[in-house]
């Protein structure tokens, strides 16, 4: 039943966060389409006008970026690859929706007015677009952990001046910021994170040495884009997501932990200075964290699925093994290390995976590209966490040109 611009069922409360209207920067990938699907479930439950888009945007895939216009109507689409303006344009002709092309027009997609932006892009390419939303203080709903990874400080900095928010989309960390009690953080005395383990939790370090990229992004319980499956089965992922923690709650290094728990259904457990500990539970959807992105402050519905805990029957818990996942503990060293490291980890960590997925490198290579990366640069950096865009940018190319030349050496060794 309609009542006006929403269902009756929305409750007055909702208006402004319905009314929100939302940019999705990579609304192809796997965290694209599923905002897109919180989004449609709002408008089929809410009325027709929740969440009006502003931009979708995407790196290659006309066809599907073409139909998800189509249907869910944003002012303006961009896609990344200038060379596909044209099919792009003619994908959309009479459709009355404007078409932009290039890195650039990427960027701008995030200037233009939105309430919210969701930065679903993966990789260091998010960063100038994220920082563009974050600058003009827009919402950021953050799924791109490596631009926070990246440019730590860069984004720390936009944050205090904008005065805008950033949610967080990451599983863990929308648990965490559903869990911290910001008033009294100096009673928090430990953020936990849990890491499923990945498709090798249990496999022995020599069988890892023949996986394939095949084996390496089929993960056990979350469905996502290739790049951030490689991260989860080196455990990397929950490494950046140190990281990301760190940034985004400020807290010390040493008030950061990790915790396997192969069930993903605990997302994130937060210790307090009484012996409470608060845990976040919900099935392993993504949709959840998007959902809770896209309604904060209040809570809206979503098509995720439920959480059926005697279905589930037992939890378990262990330490992570950071002989067996050196990336892991390459990662945590960064985060101790602070200022320069974490944007050549990052940088590094790309390279090696896109390398492991074309097939030049081997699993445990990752590792060792990362590594030899870093060693490189410690030698070369002096330490400061880059404060500018540019610096950014600058470090993360250097980092990338070095880890490239230890990816051809190592291929150079394999052939
Ligand atoms: P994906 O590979 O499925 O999608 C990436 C999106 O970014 C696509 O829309 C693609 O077109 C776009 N893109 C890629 N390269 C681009 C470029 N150079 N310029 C502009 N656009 C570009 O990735 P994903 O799994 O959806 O992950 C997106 C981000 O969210 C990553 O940073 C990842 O770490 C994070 N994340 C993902 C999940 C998940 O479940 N998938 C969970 C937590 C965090
Ligand atoms: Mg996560």
């Not at 679903?120 to 920082?131: D, F």
């Not at 949709?287 to 939890?315: C, F, V």
């Not at 590094?348 to 590792?367: D, K």
């Amino acid at each position: 039943m309609k009542n006006g611009f929403f269902a009756t069922g929305a409750g007055i409360h909702l208006l402004p966060v319905l009314g929100r209207r939302v940019s999705v920067l990579g609304s192809t990938g796997s965290i694209g389409t599923a905002t897109l699907d919180v989004i449609r479930f709002a408008r089929e439950h809410y009325g027709p006008n929740a969440f009006p888009l502003q931009a979708l945007t995407a790196q290659k895939n006309v066809g599907l970026l073409a139909s998800q216009a189509r249907e869910m109507r944003p002012e303006v689409v961009v896609i990344a690859d200038s060379s596909l303006k044209q099919a792009l344009a003619d994908a959309l002709a009479g459709s009355g929706i404007e078409v932009l092309a290039g890195n650039e027009a990427v960027i701008e997609a995030a200037q233009r007015p939105s309430e919210m932006v969701v930065s679903a892009i993966v990789g260091a390419a998010g960063l100038a677009p994220t920082l563009a939303a974050a600058k003009r203080g827009a919402i950021v709903a953050l799924a791109n952990k490596e631009c926070v990874v990246a440019a730590g400080e860069v984004f720390r900095q936009a944050a205090a001046d904008s005065r805008g928010v950033l949610i967080p989309v990451d599983s863990e960390h929308s648990a965490a910021f559903q869990l911290l009690d910001f008033a009294q953080t100096q009673a928090i005395e430990k953020i936990t994170l849990t890491a499923s383990g990945g498709p090798f939790r249990t496999w022995p370090a020599e069988r890892m040495a023949a996986v394939t990229p095949e084996q390496a992004v089929r993960h056990p319980n979350w469905s996502m884009g290739a790049k951030i499956s490689v991260d989860s089965a080196t455990l990397m992922n929950k490494g950046l997501e140190l990281i990301e923690a760190h940034v985004l709650f400020g807290l010390s290094p040493q008030k950061l932990d990790v915790i396997v728990h192969a069930q993903s259904v605990i997302h994130c457990l937060v210790s307090y200075a009484d012996g409470s500990v608060l845990a976040h539970l919900s099935a392993p959807d993504m949709k959840t964290p998007i959902a809770h992105a896209l309604g904060w402050p209040h809570r809206i519905g979503s098509p995720a699925r439920t959480l059926n805990l005697a279905e589930l029957g037992q939890m378990t818990f262990e330490d992570p093994d950071y002989d067996r996942f050196p990336c892991l503990r390459i990662a945590r060293t960064c985060l101790h290390a602070g200022g320069d490291a974490p944007t050549i980890l990052n940088a590094a960590n790309e390279v090696a995976v896109e390398s492991f997925l074309n097939r030049r490198i081997g699993f445990l290579g990752i590792a060792q590209i990362v590594e030899q990366t870093l060693e490189a640069f410690e030698r070369l950096s002096n330490g400061q966490a880059p404060a500018t865009l540019e610096d950014v940018l600058e470090l993360d190319s250097a980092a990338r040109a070095k880890a490239r030349e230890f990816t051809g050496q190592a291929a150079g060794r394999a052939a």
